[in-house]
């Protein structure tokens, strides 16, 4: 079991910036993905970004160019840089990850990871 530890989030203005931080404790794939879902209300969860443990990423088309995911060296610790933010990013974000049976894609459905942090409120004010 990985324990997932998110912190960031918070409100801000159209355009603004936040950053969004997950860390991963426990079992270590050695192969892994690790990736950040969102469910804004009234709407069903979708991926926004994805890493796998080669450092390959992927990205919804609704946050191409604005949101940036990165992993540390120690590649325990997954970051979300979220710029140019819009209201309709408003969600709860939540940080996953699980070892190579899931496919390291955003087209995977968050179900499929056995592993999830607690969710991080985002709220983009117009």
């Known amino acids: 079991q990985v324990h997932l530890v998110e912190s960031g989030g918070g409100s801000v203005q159209a355009g603004g910036s936040l950053r969004l931080s997950c860390g991963a404790n426990?079992?270590?794939?050695?192969?892994?993905?690790m990736a950040w879902y969102r469910q804004g209300p009234g709407e069903e969860r979708e991926g926004v970004a994805t890493i796998d443990s080669d450092g390959t990423t992927t990205y919804a088309d609704s946050v191409k160019g604005r949101f940036f995911i990165s992993q540390d060296d120690t590649q325990t610790e997954v970051d979300l840089e979220m710029n140019s933010l819009k209201p309709e990013d408003t969600a709860m974000y939540y940080c996953?990850?699980?070892?190579?049976?899931?496919?390291?894609?955003?087209?995977?459905?968050?179900?499929?990871?056995?592993?999830w942090g607690q969710g991080l409120q985002v709220t983009v004010s117009s």
């Open positions: 426990g079992v270590i794939y050695s192969s892994y993905c």
């Open positions: 996953v990850t699980d070892g190579p049976r899931v496919a390291c894609t955003i087209q995977s459905s968050i179900d499929e990871f056995n592993n």
